[in-house]
Structure formats: C-alpha cells, structure tokens
C-alpha cells in the first residue's frame, strides 16, 4: 500500500515520527545485538549492554537512578503496573482504594475501572473548567485506606501541566503512593522525579519520536510492588519477559536525543503552536480554546470550532494532508463525546467540535501557515451545509 506524504502532520500526542538517529539504533541493535540480554555468553552481554546504555539515558533524562528504570512494552503496561502493582502490594495493609482524576488517558481510568469491578474502591476527582486536577479535590478525598493516587503529569488532548508536585506532598501525608502518568510531557518538557516527587512515572517512547512498544515504569528505590507480568527474573524481577532489545535501544537514543534538545526545541515549537493557535483564533470566527493556556506542555492546542463538527472537520483536514485529531474515541461505530472536555464542564456541543493540533520536531512554519490558509475555507464551508449563524 502506498500512503501519500503528509508534509501537514499535527498528531504528534497520538505518535510521533521516529528521529533518524532513533533509526539508526534500532536498526543495529536488530542486526547486530541480537543475543539473550539473561545470557552468560559474550552476545548475551553485549545485548545487556544495550540495554544498560539505554536505562543510564532514560535516567539521566528524568533525574533518576539506572536501578529505578524498569523497561515495559507500553505507556498502558506502565500505568497498568503502577496501579495494579501497588494496590496488590498494599491491599493486605488495608489500602484497598485508587485515587485519580477525570481527565486520565484509559490506561489509567480504564485500569481503576478494572479494579473497581474486582472489589477495590476508586475515587475520580472532579477538575477546572481548564482541566487541572486540585490540591483541595485531593485533600478532601484522600484517607488513610488509599494505596495509590495516580495524576497525570500533562493531559494527552489539551496539554495541560497537572500540580504533581502539590498532590504527592498531599498522597504522602496519608501514606499512600502517588503515580504520575508521564507519557505526555516527557521528552518535552524537563520532567525531575525527585522535584515532582512521586514514587511511579510512566513514560512511553513513541511520544517523543521514539519506536513504538517501549516504555518504562520509573519505580522510586525502595517502592514496595507486586509483578503484574511473573515469569523470569528480568529487570530485578520487576518486570518477566526477555527484552525487547532493539526498541529499548531506540528508547535509549530518542532519550539522549530528547535531553540534548529540549531547551531550544521547546521554545521552537511552543511558538510555532502560539502562531497556529493565534492564526486560528484571527481568521476563523467562532473559535476558541480550551483548557489552561498558560500551564500547558508547548506542543499542544485544543480549539473548539462553533457550529462545526469536528469529525467532518478533522475529515476535511485529512483530504487537505493535514492531520490533527479529535479527543473523542469512535467505538462501536458511535461518536464518544471526549471525556477530559466533558470533565472541564464544556457543553455537549463544544465536546463534539473540538480538534486537538499537536507538533512536534519535525514541525515548520511553513506547515503552520498552511494551516492557517486552508482552515477558514473548510470551515466555512462546513458551516454552509447548515444554517445557524455563528453566535461564539
Ligand atoms: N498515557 C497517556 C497520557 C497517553 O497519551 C498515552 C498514549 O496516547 C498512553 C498513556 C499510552 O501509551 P502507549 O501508547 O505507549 O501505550
């Protein structure tokens, strides 16, 4: 099959397109380090190796120690391990309750959902109308039968910066773990264990142009948890299955990457989204956007456009090669409202005509102002097949 080049790509939050340098890694780690990294045998080191390179850069990359970086095949493994790991471990002492927020990905939710079914109780703290979690919320829920808090550091559809920091201080004071679901923001913006002092950070490499299938658990030295995937002794007997050596050197390279670019790349693309989002609220009427403008990761913007559904939109964009995405989920064939705008109390109809826009490294101006041209044409002429006149 041959898919046409997409020289407008605004999806970066659901993947990113993997560096050259990431390239070049996996591809001879694939040729060349293809040993057991468990065996004794010199092709065995070599693979271990690798997989030490890899583990120094992603620690280096968040302020944590080599030891504390356990390697997982996904952000979703990795959310799913800090919260079933920790609520089995902790349970017994009567932690029997998950505490987290309305705006988390489904690895997260759907992962406290699970284990409400099975008997444990779940607490979803309401947010902002900008889509930040609060100390308050927190404070007033929390007691002393919570095993673990789990706040996402930076939302996956409007980009907003969680208060980690506060609500760990908080989680602690009770004795309860707090896991932050990092996937969004590492690789974007300086991301520090110890300042945001939790105990659990999930980050996965494909968001930060990264292979796909590699991620890690960062577990705080010391963390007492229960293996949700048993079998060998790998990764300290944290995490079973013999490594996914190629991805996690791809993991290791886009972290170095990632580290040595960050400081100038953020500032580049959180202009080039400024301009997008500036361009988008001048020249089209009736837009505007939602959530936090001035905590949010620099990649991201999330605009409403009134009387204009976003699917048809989103549809319109992708026949223009330029591709940005909904926050909702079509399941079953039915339109899911995005549950983070609902959470922020916006109205149904401004839940079902948002679009995200993310960038990313390989993001230009020229792409930007593309957009710019092309959007008040689509969307006029979207608002032509009805009739209301535009009120926003
Ligand atoms: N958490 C957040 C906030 C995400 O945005 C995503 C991916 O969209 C995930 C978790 C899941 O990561 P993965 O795709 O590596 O399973």
Not at 57 to 68: D, K, T, W
Not at 157 to 175: D, F, R, Y
Not at 249 to 256: K, P, Q, T, V
């Given at each position: 099959?041959?898919?046409?080049?997409v020289?407008?790509?605004?999806d970066?939050n659901a993947?990113?397109?993997?560096?050259?340098?990431?390239?070049?890694a996996?591809?001879?780690?694939?040729?060349?380090?293809?040993?057991?990294?468990?065996?004794?045998?010199?092709?065995?080191?070599?693979?271990?190796?690798?997989?030490?390179?890899?583990?120094g850069?992603?620690a280096?990359?968040?302020g944590?120690?080599?030891?504390?970086?356990v390697?997982?095949?996904?952000?979703?493994?990795s959310?799913?391990?800090a919260?079933?790991g920790?609520?089995e471990?902790l349970?017994?002492r009567?932690?029997?309750?998950?505490?987290?927020?309305a705006?988390e990905h489904?690895?997260?939710?759907?992962?406290?959902?699970?284990?409400?079914?099975r008997?444990?109780q779940?607490?979803?703290?309401?947010?902002t109308?900008?889509?930040?979690?609060?100390v308050?919320?927190?404070?007033?829920?929390?007691?002393?039968?919570?095993?673990?808090v789990?706040?996402?550091?930076?939302?996956?559809?409007?980009?907003?910066?969680?208060?980690?920091?506060a609500?760990a201080?908080?989680?602690?004071?009770?004795g309860?773990?707090?896991?932050?679901?990092?996937?969004?923001s590492v690789?974007?913006i300086p991301?520090?264990?110890?300042?945001?002092g939790?105990?659990?950070?999930?980050?996965s490499a494909?968001?930060?142009?990264?292979?796909?299938?590699?991620?890690?658990?960062?577990?705080?030295?010391?963390?007492?948890?229960q293996?949700?995937v048993?079998?060998g002794?790998?990764?300290?007997?944290?995490r079973a299955?013999?490594?996914?050596?190629?991805?996690?050197?791809?993991?290791?390279?886009?972290?170095?990457?990632?580290?040595g670019?960050?400081?100038?790349?953020?500032?580049?693309?959180?202009?080039?989204?400024?301009?997008l989002?500036?361009?988008?609220l001048?020249?089209?009427?009736g837009?505007q956007?939602n959530?936090?403008?001035?905590?949010?990761?620099?990649?991201t913007?999330?605009i409403?456009?009134?009387?204009?559904e976003?699917?048809?939109?989103?549809?319109?964009?992708?026949?223009?090669?330029?591709?940005?995405?909904?926050?909702?989920?079509?399941?079953?064939?039915?339109?899911?409202?995005?549950?983070?705008?609902?959470?922020?109390?916006?109205?149904?109809?401004?839940?079902?005509?948002?679009?995200?826009?993310?960038l990313g490294?390989?993001?230009?101006q020229?792409e930007?102002?593309?957009?710019?041209e092309?959007?008040p044409?689509?969307?006029?002429?979207?608002?032509?097949l009805?009739r209301?006149?535009?009120?926003?």
């Amino acid at each position: 099959m041959i898919f046409r080049t997409v020289s407008g790509y605004f999806d970066h939050n659901a993947t990113t397109p993997v560096a050259p340098d990431v390239v070049e890694a996996v591809t001879r780690a694939l040729s060349e380090t293809y040993g057991n990294a468990s065996s004794v045998h010199a092709y065995g080191q070599r693979a271990k190796a690798a997989l030490d390179d890899a583990r120094g850069a992603v620690a280096a990359l968040i302020g944590a120690e080599p030891a504390e970086v356990v390697f997982t095949g996904s952000g979703t493994e990795s959310d799913n391990f800090a919260i079933r790991g920790s609520i089995e471990a902790l349970a017994a002492r009567g932690r029997r309750r998950v505490i987290t927020t309305a705006i988390e990905h489904e690895a997260v939710l759907n992962t406290a959902r699970h284990l409400e079914k099975r008997g444990f109780q779940l607490t979803v703290l309401p947010v902002t109308a900008d889509g930040v979690a609060t100390v308050e919320g927190l404070r007033s829920a929390i007691g002393s039968d919570v095993a673990i808090v789990s706040v996402m550091h930076a939302n996956n559809e409007i980009g907003t910066i969680q208060p980690v920091a506060a609500l760990a201080a908080i989680a602690h004071e009770h004795g309860a773990l707090i896991h932050t679901d990092a996937v969004q923001s590492v690789g974007k913006i300086p991301v520090d264990v110890r300042a945001l002092g939790v105990d659990l950070l999930s980050l996965s490499a494909h968001k930060f142009n990264g292979p796909k299938g590699a991620g890690v658990l960062w577990i705080k030295r010391g963390t007492r948890m229960q293996p949700t995937v048993t079998g060998g002794k790998h990764e300290r007997n944290r995490r079973a299955g013999t490594e996914n050596v190629a991805a996690i050197a791809g993991l290791g390279a886009a972290a170095a990457l990632a580290a040595g670019k960050m400081a100038v790349e953020a500032g580049r693309v959180s202009a080039l989204r400024d301009r997008l989002e500036a361009g988008i609220l001048r020249e089209v009427p009736g837009t505007q956007v939602n959530g936090a403008r001035d905590s949010r990761v620099p990649n991201t913007t999330n605009i409403s456009f009134e009387r204009v559904e976003a699917e048809s939109l989103l549809i319109a964009l992708d026949l223009e090669g330029v591709a940005v995405s909904t926050g909702s989920a079509c399941s079953s064939g039915t339109l899911e409202p995005s549950h983070v705008l609902k959470a922020m109390g916006l109205s149904p109809h401004r839940t079902q005509n948002s679009l995200r826009f993310s960038l990313g490294m390989f993001s230009t101006q020229e792409e930007v102002d593309r957009v710019i041209e092309v959007l008040p044409r689509l969307v006029e002429k979207l608002r032509g097949l009805t009739r209301r006149p535009v009120t926003a």
